[in-house]
């Protein structure tokens, strides 16, 4: 019944432009008891199915997500879903579905959401092959209210597809690096066209995994405040092994420990040349509203260049050669009272990344395992820094952190 | 031009009903130049004027904002809103209107905004008798869309209103602690109202001022994390206290200077007793997912009964007759390199309140002046615990807090 409810035409009128069905004419009597739309033929079903939806459905938002990698964090991502789906349904009026998903080998998107608890057998038995920009055309074309894409790979080729997801009114939340820590054109673009699209661009994740780094920075911005100063430690990686350092643990051989234990990268140079902080430096420099690339950031080594060359069997005998240099360093600091950590700096708009002692008073002194930490200092948070610590990398924490991300993109 | 453009009818009715304007015919010819539609005479007005924003001016949004309290905390968010106003509309094409403004002495709603730089002398000059639920029903009435009240009051009155502005689809922003610490069933029954009515409800700044404390408990809440253990430090008066104990300064001359620094409130007994850390551990022990009520906080009080009787000079005294005895305890303490700190805890669901001694290594240690600090033990952030920390108290980082709550509110 329409009478005297406001509304009612708004609604359905809504639901027909949103899932772009013209509607060519429209009557409705004073009695406010029908009303009549025309449109084509060929859009009937959809129309039927959209005001079936928007009127006896909908009493609940749908978010539906695209995900690309299903690797460590994104396995971890679709079980958290799963076992929050009652949660966000009952308690946020919230339903989750999965319409796609691609790896590197193989992708599908369907028009029926894919339980998520199947999702890699379906892939394995339904999917074809995997081309990106052919994925990000099929959900641009599915053209769903409250679409995600999810970039849980780190591969620069996925990154160079967000602008076709966010022109076609698709969110992007990437727990990838590549696309922020670019060329600062092409991120300010991806931003820019999320901000006119109305669709959200996250990436939450690509800094100290789930801990609140970059909000925290985006909020503060927003307010008004400005950044000074950022010091952090971000990577898990080298303050693991800068903590193992030991008489009986020289420096290849906590290396060596790093990689056993699955926190370097295969090669552990990646980790060791700090270009993965560059990145993660950038990231937040850009956020606290730096224009900066990636050359602009000064990389202090702590090893020689021989180091960077050659293989890897090469690379261990030249730090083996190190070992003893560094073990004397390390037990001069022993003696002062200072630890060494890697530190990301941006100060008044300049960032470099290297090698630091700190003594006892530091935050970071008592840094322990792979843990980060950050340390705001800015307008507002002057005479002492915010401080923001805790686990930097792992699947649970950084797919945690995609999942907030995704919240916001529907605003729960 | 209509023709094969979907969605101008949805954008005409939806801007109707959103504005309570039924309608009562409609018709539309199928050459798509025209539609016209009948209305009551007396919605006409409001009709054309909404038509008119709709398609004419509204290429941004709108957040219409009524605020409660113009103290130091309202005056700074009112200075951050004027001076972000650009920016937010220019590069998140957002328009903050002031439509309504009380203090407890007068209170004024416009249907036109009031100037950011004016309000205090406008509200002085037209305001009329202020009367929170009167000031209430005012701003229901308005029922404008993206409509939040914002509480920068200490005040119960006011914080006893919140139904009434979330029942009528206004969102609420608190930096006032009382309603979240008051019963549970007041507390759920403004949640649930706010999730109802597709609203929001929020209070970042109730603990911790401008930290990222609450969001990050309900967004790993959300993401099905458990907390384990919170402890913290949450009253910057008692850690500035505790910081300045000497043997130059005892403790009744270090509550003194708290009190002239405007640390403390004017009766630092009121701080002293614990009670406002009572709050703040029970508003994380609900945002954790506990059913807990203020008298299920366990409060050790570190000064004796005797001290909270009688008047401040009484009080005085009697903290001075207990001078000697903290000051040797203080100095077994720095023998034993241990400090003071006055923790919140809430272990797997038992909260309390009370002073710790901790020694070097725990992150509280090092906690300086009257600073904050959060550690959150989860499922996830599990051997070492996630930190946070930063100034617990301030105009301007509160405000910064509210500032960023009301962003979420339109989702910038």
Same mark, same amino acid.
């Given at each position: ?20 069905i013209? =509607? ?15 449109i084509k033929n060929e859009s009937l079903k959809r129309a ?60 599908? =998107? ?10 890699? *057998? ?29 970039? +849980? ?12 997801? &966010? ?12 696309? +922020? ?38 909020? &503060?911005? &927003? ?7 950022? *010091? ?44 993965? =902080? ?8 850009? *956020? ?18 021989? +180091? ?26 022993? %003696?002062? %009272? ?28 008592? &840094? ?10 800015? *307008? ?33």
């Open positions: 019944k329409m009478q005297n409810t406001p509304g009612i035409s708004a609604t359905l009128f809504r639901a027909l432009g949103r899932n772009g013209n =509607v060519i004419a429209i009557a409705q009597g004073s009695l406010e008891l029908n009303i009549s739309v025309v039927l199915n959209v005001i079936h939806d928007e009127f006896f459905l909908s009493t609940y938002k749908e978010l539906n997500i695209f995900i690309a990698g299903i690797g460590l964090v994104g396995s971890s991502l679709l079980k958290q879903l799963q076992n929050q789906s009652k949660v966000l349904f009952d308690e946020h009026n919230l339903k989750v579905n999965l319409m796609g998903i691609t790896n590197s080998r193989r992708m599908l =998107v369907r028009s029926k959401a894919i339980p998520l608890d199947q999702c890699k *057998e379906i892939l394995k038995n339904e999917g074809e092959k995997a081309d990106i920009s052919s994925f990000a055309q099929k959900v641009r074309k599915m053209n769903l209210r409250n679409s995600v894409f999810i970039d +849980c790979t780190a591969d620069a080729t996925v990154a160079s597809v967000y602008g076709s997801f &966010l022109s076609g009114y698709v969110s992007v939340v990437a727990a990838n690096k590549i696309a +922020c820590s670019s060329d600062y054109e092409y991120y300010l673009s991806l931003k820019n066209m999320a901000s006119e699209r109305g669709v959200r661009f996250m990436y939450e994740t690509t800094v100290g995994a789930g801990l609140p780094i970059i909000k925290t920075i985006s909020d &503060l911005i &927003l307010s008004g405040d400005r950044i000074y100063k950022i *010091e952090a430690v971000l990577s898990g990686t080298l303050n693991f092994i800068f903590n193992e350092l030991s008489a009986e643990l020289p420096l290849s051989k906590a290396i060596r420990k790093a990689r056993e234990k699955g926190y370097s990268e295969p090669d552990p140079r990646i980790d060791l040349s700090g270009t993965d =902080v560059v990145r993660k430096i950038l990231i937040l420099a850009r *956020e606290a509203g730096y224009r900066i690339e990636q050359k602009d950031v000064e990389v202090k080594k702590f090893l020689p260049d021989r +180091c960077f060359e050659g293989d890897l069997n090469e690379f261990y005998k030249h730090v083996e050669e190190l070992d003893a240099e560094f073990e004397s360093k390390r037990l001069e600091m022993v %003696k002062q %009272k200072k630890k060494w950590r890697f530190f990301a700096t941006l100060d008044r708009g300049k960032a470099s990344v290297g090698l630091v002692d700190v003594d006892q008073d530091h935050p970071s002194y008592n &840094l322990e395992g792979s843990n980060n930490i950050v340390l705001l200092t800015t *307008e507002r948070y002057k005479e002492l820094p915010m401080v923001i610590k805790g686990y930097g990398a792992g699947a649970e924490v950084t797919a945690a952190g995609v999942f907030a991300d995704l919240m916001r993109v529907v605003n729960v």
